[in-house]
C-alpha cells in the first residue's frame, strides 16, 4: 500500500457492499478494508472468492494479489485458484500476481498456468504503475505540429550556409548562431562583436550601459567556467578592463589562441532564468529539453525531455514536470511569466531542429522568460 501511494496509485477503502461480501466467507480477524489481508491461513477458494468480489467492485480499477506461502496452502491450489477467475473474467482490469517465493520455485505456476507472478509487493505495484503511466500516455491527444509561417527554411539555409551545408564539426560562432535563431522567430539580444578593447567601447556606448561582455569562441562553450562572462559593465573603462580581464584569465589558463573577441550585449533584467536544448540520442535521435536555467540547470536538473519533433500540446507536458513551474506561473506574489511565449519558443526551437538535421547539439541558456 506504501509503494502505491508513493508511484501514484490511490488505495481507496472498498464500498461497504464489497466490503460485506468479503465478510461473509473471510474470518472475523481478516481486513476488508484496503488492503485485504485473508490472514494466513486463507484456504485457495478464499483467493477465488476475494478476487471475484474485488473485480466485480466498480471503485476498484485494478488487483494485485499477494501470497506468501504458509504451511496450510500450497502455491499451485493457490495458482490455479487466481487463474480459474481470470480464465471466466470478461472485463479489463489488470490482475498483477506477486508470490514470494524463490523464482525457481515459480516455474511450476508459469508452466501451469498464465500467470506470471512477481516475487516482491513493490516490483508489482511498480509494474502497474508504469502499465497506468503508459495508458494516461496512449489515451492523450495526439497533437499536431505546428507549421510557422514566414520561416523559410530553403532561404535561411542559403543565407547562412552558402555552400548548402555548414562544416563538420566545431561549434557555431555565438553571432551566427544567435541570428540563426532570430530567423526562426525566437527573439535574442542584441549582440555585437568586438574584436579589441577600443571596438567593444564603441559597441557598448551604441547599445547603452550596462552592458554584458561574452567571450567569442569557437571551442570554448561553458563560458563561465573560464571567467568568460563579465555582466553589468557601466561604463567605458569597466569594458576595457573586462575584455584584458578575459584575455588574462585564458592566458593563465594556458588557452589564448581559443579568444577571438568578445560579444557585447545589453543587460537584460527581471526576467526568469530557463533553458532550452537539443542534443542527438543514439536510439531516439534528437531530444529537446527544457527547463531552470542559469548556472543552476547542472546542479538541480530541474528539466524535462521530449522527443523531436514537438507537437502543439507537448511544450504543455514538458512544463508540468518541472518543479520550478510555480517561478513561471507566480510563486509567493512573483509576476506571472509569459509561459505561452515560453511553449511558442519550445515549438519554433523544434522547427529549427528539423530544417537543419546536421545539428547535433544546441542550447538557450538563459532564455529570459519576461514578465
Known sequence: ADACEGLGLKVTPL???????????????????????MIATAPPEAFKNCLSALLEDPGVDSVIVIYIPPLVTKPEDVAAAVNAVLKDYKGDKPVV????????ATEGIRKNSKLRPFVFPEDAVQALSLAYSYALYKERPEGVIVKFPGIDSEKIRKEFFPEGKPEKGGWMMPETALAL???YGIPVAQAFVALTPDEAVVHAEKTGFPVVMKIRSRTIVHKTDIGGIMVNLRDADEVRAAFNAIGLRLEEAGRPGEMDGVLIQPMVKGGQEMIVGMSLD?????LVMTGLGGIEVELLKDVAFAIHPLNDIE???MLSQLKSLPLLTGYRGRPRRDVDALKETLLRFSALIEDFPEIETIEINPLMVME
Open 15 to 37: 464500498s461497504d457492499a464489497t466490503q460485506a461480501r468479503l465478510r461473509s466467507f473471510l474470518p472475523k480477524a481478516a481486513a476488508v478494508t484496503n488492503p485485504v489481508d
Open 97 to 104: 500476481t506477486c508470490f514470494m517465493m524463490s523464482e525457481a
Open 181 to 183: 535563431l532570430k530567423a
Open 315 to 317: 511544450p504543455e507536458r
Open 282 to 286: 543514439p536510439l531516439f535521435g534528437p
